[in-house]
């Protein structure tokens, strides 16, 4: 029996309580949000021509009978390199990009093929463009006639006849001679918002399916970098897309069981994008910023406190082109990129996952100098990576003692973990600093195993754990999975919420947990007990329970974790429930089962419970995630 108190609280679920964490890790920007579908297509990876590829040309002999390539680099611009081409023989000489892990074309879909060109010497009238499919059968052929000196932009529309998952770019050239390239690039038309050369539509539309409160970004670990040098720098995310600095993933290789050393950032999804699209959700947007610190796990490269100024600088710099005026130096760049209304930027991270008193010697000096300046911005500090870590508790304490307003969390744990620490806010002070649950995901086998599965388990202890949560919304007011997407061919880490291919994509369960979270937030806490005590495991069973005041529903989530069925009974007191619910199921018979790309077997299931007067019972199946929606 499970006593519900419609008494209120007074206890708000903050907007911001499940939102969502991007990182481009597993290729979720460059190959895979971000859609642009040409590897490398500047020629600014350190390896200039990875991703390219002259097949019928013979690097070691004089190509008299095709042609070579030469990169030109200036080393004072940002793109530094572009492609100088010299075709001796145009029946011969072939130029192919492989895309990423493949190029995606969709029937019937419009695409722009464009490219930088100066027609150096000689006569190259035209540069042919053809597609191939995974057996090197043509299926798309282009011609783009020329024009004379001087770089141009040349630009035209494709449209595939049929869909390809794994397709291949070759360029070829009519006439011989000398051109040079650069930005050589393929974008579907149809992007999210319609913003050319933008973001993917399908996967973002995942994203906004999930209602996030908040977009956390650009990471992680990646924020850090392995070295300083190799650190997220926002203002070089910035300004027109050519001129975006390319910098080396810090996931690049980033576990020996999963290398990728082709995996550079191009930044088409800049600060100014994940601005946007925290906009476009109606989200608070959460930049995390290094705190001069490279990740810990790799070289934890220190910047002396004495040569500090310059990174607290970039937050200072940070705020104003979120929030500055268009006269600011800062805001001016906002403007010019086509947003003069300020982004009202609230929050801000320093560092992602740091730990030490290194760090808190550096929180604090960011700290002092934002808050000089803007003193209503809230500011994220960091505990280090999972509770179980070296320097945790105590840089809970450092931070409680310097009453830091909110401190982010991170735990990779085992489902069992997950269970078992539903009750973990139960005990936080609740005068303390707020918590950002800001990285969690339960792992089937271990942290970091390349055998970790998005299977039911894992999500069922999520949703109960997210009781937990939800309960504690007095010291828990922000929260997100960990990591949030991953391409089937170029992933670093698993599990993930979102899985993707070069066409398709699907929300694992633990995505659906997220989703009914998100969509069931609710505006204020309600108090639900099973013999006077939070529901949180006794007897395998958890529930949390909300109002939402602007829908006028009550909101009951229950998690059945036993191997039978519950008849859970509900006591309402001081509240009328109507006779009638709207009841979500979210289950599976198999605890281990996944959804994949031909099918979600794990989707929530909706449907309506009628009530008897007066008796509110209701059949928890094993295994579940139940959501109960009264009219209240
Ligand atoms: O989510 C993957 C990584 O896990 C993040 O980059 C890092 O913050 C954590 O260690």
New binding site residues.
């Given amino acids: 029996v499970l006593d519900l108190d419609g008494k209120s609280t007074n206890i708000k679920i903050q907007p911001t309580m499940y939102g969502v ?1 991007f ?1 481009d ?1 597993n290729q979720a920007a460059d190959g895979g949000v971000y859609a642009e579908l040409i590897k490398n297509r500047s020629f600014e990876f350190n390896e200039p021509l990875m991703g390219w590829s002259q097949p019928k040309t013979q690097t070691l002999s004089e190509n008299k009978d095709s042609g070579y390539i030469n990169i030109i680099s200036d080393y004072q611009k940002s793109n530094r390199n572009y492609a100088r081409i010299t075709v001796l023989n145009d029946k011969n000489y072939e130029l192919w990009n492989e895309g990423f892990r493949g190029i995606g074309l969709k029937k019937g879909e419009k695409y722009d093929f464009s490219f930088q060109l100066e027609n150096v010497s000689g006569d190259i009238s035209a540069v042919n463009a053809v597609w191939l499919d995974e057996n090197g059968k043509e299926i798309l052929t282009t011609s783009v006639p020329l024009k004379s000196k001087g770089w141009n932009n040349y630009e035209v529309s494709i449209t595939p006849n049929s869909t390809v998952q794994k397709a291949k770019l070759k360029l070829t050239f009519s006439g011989v001679g000398v051109v040079n390239m650069d930005m050589i690039s393929l974008f579907p038309q149809d992007t999210w918002k319609g913003r050319k050369k933008g973001l993917k539509k399908d996967l973002v539309q995942k994203l906004a399916d999930l209602k996030p409160g908040f977009v956390r970004f650009p ?5 850090e970098g392995r070295t300083l040098a190799e650190r997220y720098q926002w203002k070089k995310t910035i300004g027109n897309f050519a001129d975006r600095e390319y910098l080396i993933n ?2 690049n290789n980033g576990f020996a069981h999963r290398l990728t050393p082709d995996y550079y950032q191009s930044f088409g999804l800049g600060f100014f994008e994940y601005f946007q699209l925290a906009e476009d959700f109606g989200a608070e947007a959460l930049p995390i910023l290094s705190c001069g610190m490279a990740c810990q ?1 790799n070289t934890g490269e220190l910047v002396p406190m004495g040569e500090l100024n310059p990174y607290i600088q970039d937050a200072l710099d940070l705020i104003e082109f979120a929030n500055g005026s268009v006269n600011s130096t800062w805001g001016k760049k906002r403007a010019e990129m086509g947003h003069p209304k300020p982004f009202n930027l609230k929050y801000i991270g320093i560092g ?2 740091q730990w030490g008193p290194d760090y808190i010697k550096r929180h604090l000096a960011f700290e002092k100098a934002i808050k000089a300046k803007y003193p209503d911005i809230k500011i994220i500090a960091t505990s280090g ?1 999972s509770p179980d870590g070296e320097y945790f508790e105590y840089g809970w304490q450092e931070l409680k003692k310097h009453k830091a307003e909110l401190v982010d969390e ?1 735990y ?1 744990n085992s489902p069992d973990w997950f269970f078992k620490n539903a009750n973990r806010y139960d005990s936080y002070d609740r005068k303390g600093p707020k918590v950002f649950a ?2 969690y ?1 339960a792992q089937s086998v271990k942290v970091v195993s390349p055998d970790n599965k998005n299977n039911w388990l894992t999500a069922l202890s999520e949703a109960a754990f997210m009781t937990g949560l939800e309960r504690n919304a007095e010291v828990v007011t922000m929260t997100s999975y ?2 949030l997407f991953a391409h089937a061919d170029g992933w670093q ?1 698993t599990p993930d919420l979102i899985w993707f291919n070069n066409l398709e994509s699907y929300g694992t369960p633990n995505y659906y947990v997220q989703k009914l979270y998100g969509n069931n937030a609710g505006t204020d806490l309600l108090k639900i007990t099973e013999n006077a005590k939070p529901v949180s495991g006794q007897s395998d069973l958890f529930a949390s329970a909300v109002e939402d005041k602007k829908s006028k529903k009550i909101i009951i989530k229950i998690v059945n974790a036993a191997q039978e069925n519950m008849q859970v009974k509900l006591k309402p007191k001081s509240i009328k429930l109507s006779d009638s619910a709207e009841q979500i199921l979210l289950t599976s018979p198999d605890l281990k089962s996944e959804n994949n790309f031909d099918k979600e077997i794990i989707k929530p299931q909706s449907s309506v419970l009628k009530l008897k007067k007066g008796d509110i019972s209701v059949d928890i199946p094993a295994n579940s995630f139940v959501i109960l929606k009264f009219d209240s």
């Fill in positions: 964490f990182e890790i990471g992680g670990c990646l924020v810090k996931w796990f992602n996952e990576p991170h990779y800001g990285e995901a960990a990591p880490w």
